[in-house]
C-alpha cells in the first residue's frame, strides 16, 4: 500500500464514523463515546488531507494552463505566478499532514506525578531542588494547571531533600516529559565566603498520572506499613500512625506518604504514586527497543543523565540534549522562559521522528 493508498483508507474511516455516528447505537453509550473519540483524533488528520490533495488539484490544473499552447502570455505568467505560490505553500502542508501521522504518545493527554530530589551538593543541593520544585510551580500557575504538593522533606533552612507534587491540566506530561534527568546547578552558595563556583545536582522525575485501567495492581501484591509520621528534626507531626508506606512486591517500588494526617488520605496518595511509577516502568520497558533504533532521540529517560545546567554566574541556562544555550536563567526560574525550552524539545523530538518515519 502506498502513501496515497493510506491517506485514502483514514478518509475512507472517517466517512464510516460520521454514517456510524448518525445511526442506532440501542443506547450503547460507551460506543458513541469510543466513535467520538476516534472521530475527533481523525478529523485534523483528513482535514489536513484534503486540503493537501485540493492544493495538489490547483498546482495541477495550474500547470495545465502553462502548458497550454493556446493560452495567451498574460494568463500563461499569471499561472505560473500563482503556481509558483502554490508549490511555495506545498512543504508546509506535507510537514502538518506527517507531524499528524506521527504515532501519537498514549500518556500525553494525562496529568503528572512531578518528584524533585536533592542529588550531589549537600545543602546547596537541597537549596536548588526547592528552586527547581517552586519554578515548577510557578510554571503550572502561568499555564492555568493544579499544583498539588504530596510530600515535602525539607531541611529546614529552605531546601527539600525530597517534593512530590500532582499537577493537573491540559497535555501537562505532553510539555513535561522531557524534564526528567539530573539538572546540575553551578553558583557560589551564601555561605562561601571566597566567591568560589560550587557544582551541585538535583534530579527530576515526570511520570504520567496512572489511572486504575492502566495499571492493575492485585492487593496480595502490596506489603501495607503504617507507622508515626516524623518532622524535621524527629519531632511527631502528629500522634497516631498515620504515615503510610506500600511496598509492591512484584517490582519492588516503595512509596512512602506521611503529609495528611489521615491515614486514609496518606495511603490514596501513596497507591496514585504507586500506580504511577509502575505505569512510568512498563512504558519505559515497551519503549526501550524502539528507543534504540532513534536517530538523534531527545533524551533517553534514564533518570541519571545530565540533561540541563543552570549556571547563575552567567546568567545562562544549558539543555546539553539539544545543544541550547539561554542567556534567561532568571526567566526560566520563574517559569516565564521555561516554555521556550519546553518547545525547542519538542521540535527536536518531532524532527528526529520525522526523520525515521520518511525512512520508512
Known amino acids: 500500500m502506498n502513501f496515497d493508498d493510506k491517506l485514502d483508507v483514514l478518509v475512507a474511516r472517517r466517512d464510516e464514523l460520521t454514517q456510524l455516528m448518525s445511526g442506532e447505537h440501542g443506547g450503547d453509550a460507551d460506543e458513541f463515546v469510543s466513535l467520538s ?55 508546509e502542508i506535507e510537514k502538518r499532514l506527517q507531524l499528524l ?7 500525553d493527554e494525562k496529568n503528572a506525578i512531578l518528584e524533585v530530589r536533592a542529588g550531589t551538593g549537600g545543602d546547596e543541593a537541597a537549596l536548588f531542588a526547592a528552586d527547581l520544585f517552586r519554578m515548577y510551580q510557578r510554571y503550572a500557575e502561568r499555564r492555568g494547571w493544579r499544583f498539588e504538593t504530596m510530600q515535602l522533606s525539607d531541611t529546614g533552612i529552605g531546601g527539600l531533600k525530597e517534593a512530590i507534587a500532582e499537577i493537573t491540566g491540559k497535555g501537562v506530561f505532553a510539555r513535561l516529559k522531557f524534564e526528567s534527568g539530573v539538572h546540575r546547578v553551578q553558583r557560589i552558595p551564601e555561605t562561601e565566603s571566597g566567591g568560589r563556583i560550587h557544582t551541585s545536582a538535583a534530579t527530576v522525575a515526570v511520570l504520567p498520572e496512572a489511572e486504575e485501567v492502566d495499571v492493575v495492581i492485585e492487593d496480595k501484591d502490596l506489603r501495607i506499613d503504617t507507622y508515626r509520621s516524623q518532622g524535621a528534626g524527629g519531632q511527631h507531626v502528629n500522634t497516631t500512625d498515620s504515615a503510610v508506606r506500600i511496598t509492591h512486591l512484584p517490582t519492588g517500588v516503595v512509596v512512602t506518604q506521611q503529609d495528611e494526617k489521615s491515614q486514609h488520605k496518606n495511603r490514596a496518595r501513596a497507591m496514585k504514586v504507586l500506580r504511577s511509577r509502575i505505569y512510568d516502568a512498563q512504558r519505559a520497558a515497551v519503549d526501550a527497543d524502539r528507543a534504540q533504533t532513534r536517530k538523534g532521540q531527545v533524551g533517553s529517560g534514564d533518570r541519571s543523565e545530565r540533561i540541563r545546567t543552570y549556571n547563575f554566574p552567567q546568567g545562562r541556562v544549558t539543555d546539553h540534549r539539544i545543544g541550547l544555550t539561554m542567556h534567561k ?17 519538542t521540535s527536536e523530538d518531532q524532527a528526529s521522528q520525522l526523520a525515521e518515519f520518511s525512512e520508512k
Open 101 to 107: 501521522l506521527l504515532p501519537k504518545d498514549s500518556a
Open 37 to 91: 473519540k476516534e472521530y475527533a483524533e481523525l478529523t485534523p488528520v483528513v482535514e489536513c488531507i484534503e486540503d493537501l490533495r485540493a492544493l495538489q488539484n490547483e498546482i495541477a490544473d495550474l500547470g495545465g494552463m502553462v502548458a497550454d499552447p493556446e493560452s495567451d502570455s498574460e494568463m500563461r505568467s499569471l499561472a505560473e505566478e500563482e503556481m509558483r505560490e502554490a508549490r511555495d505553500r506545498l512543504p
Open 329 to 345: 536563567l532568571d526567566r526560566v526560574m520563574e517559569g516565564e522562559a521555561l516554555d521556550e525550552l519546553v518547545d525547542a524539545l
